[in-house]
């Protein structure tokens, strides 16, 4: 990337979080930093304009990384009520030049670019260059995204891998899909691999156990289990990433992904501790004949917070060419 000013306003918009700073989209500087809950807001224009009052000057460039599909006209957030149009942004930030983009190809996007100080590895092995990485995120909702290379240039593929179905395989995961399936008449992944998600698993051991239902968020689940304090929230999150260590390597096989598998959003950094350990590992790599080739593949959580922001800001910079 060669240096410039080339300053934007960019936000990375999830269903639980509204992140947003100012950002040279070339040298991928962020300042002004600042992260809201969106529920704080009654439109992602409103948000934007909270953000922008603190902020001295406005730049006349703007890009979204949006939890939902882009596809132009009006628009989402999911797990939100949020509808907007690019008009409406535009007329929120001031800006004259305004750009979407799925908030997991951003997450993608921005993998080449994550130092030492922004990932840790929690499995061994060396990348190949110029094959496939995959990214997969944990926070108000589930997704996953692709990286490739071709003819020189990044290429992010989303799709909808949240809405693909749950695969239960003991008697404690068949409770949870019984318990949100029967929420939303289908198992999604995103039902499970999520905050709401580790909720729903809580609830579903609690009532295994003859227990009332609990009422504790998916943080404070996180915080008792970590805590070891509360055997209900550490079953929980033994429960939660063993689905995730499932999936991880499903997902590595399905994008052969030999330049590595990282995992990000915002539990991510929460239970790191859990994700870098040895019984992830050995759910991870239990693929019969492919063990091996996931053993090789090395895996990284990613704890950079503005690691989405700076995806956003890598599209932007590439659909708005110097």
Request: charged share 20%; hydrophobic share 45%.
């Amino acid at each position: 990337m060669q240096a410039s000013k080339r300053k934007a306003i960019i936000g990375d918009i999830g269903g639980t979080h509204a992140r947003f700073a100012i950002c040279d989209i070339d040298e991928l500087s962020v300042e002004h930093f600042a992260v809201f809950r969106t529920d704080m807001f009654s439109s992602l224009p409103d948000a934007v304009v909270h953000y922008l009052e603190s902020i001295p000057d406005n730049p006349d460039i703007a890009g979204f990384s949006i939890a939902d599909p882009v596809a132009g006209g009006r628009m989402g957030v999911e797990n939100t009520p949020w509808s907007f149009t690019p008009e409406d942004l535009q007329a929120a930030c001031g800006a004259k030049k305004v750009h979407f983009v799925n908030n997991f190809e951003a997450l993608a996007l921005v993998l080449p670019y994550l130092n030492a100080h922004d990932r840790c590895q929690i499995n061994a092995g060396t990348a190949i260059d110029g094959a496939p990485k995959v990214v997969l995120g944990i926070g108000g909702e589930f997704g996953t995204a692709s990286l490739i290379e071709a003819s020189g240039k990044h290429i992010p593929i989303s799709g909808n891998a949240g809405h693909s179905a749950f695969a239960a395989t003991n008697e404690r995961e068949m409770a949870v899909l019984s318990k949100v399936a029967g929420n939303y008449g289908y198992a999604p992944l995103q039902s499970v691999l999520s905050g709401r998600g580790l909720e729903a698993i809580h609830a579903t051991l609690a009532d295994i156990e003859g227990l009332p239902e609990p009422v504790a968020s998916a943080s404070e689940i996180i915080d008792l289990a970590l805590e070891d304090d509360d055997a209900l929230a550490v079953d929980t999150l033994d429960c939660f990433v063993s689905i995730l260590a499932r999936v991880t390597g499903d997902m590595a096989l399905l994008h052969d992904a030999r330049g590595g598998v990282y995992i990000g959003r915002g539990i991510t950094p929460k239970i790191l501790k859990l994700l870098d350990s040895d019984r992830f590992r050995e759910i991870y790599f239990d693929k019969g004949a492919m063990s091996g080739l996931l053993a090789s593949i090395p895996v990284y959580a990613i704890l950079a917070n503005d690691a989405g922001l700076r995806g956003a800001a890598i599209s932007t910079s590439d659909a708005f060419p110097m």
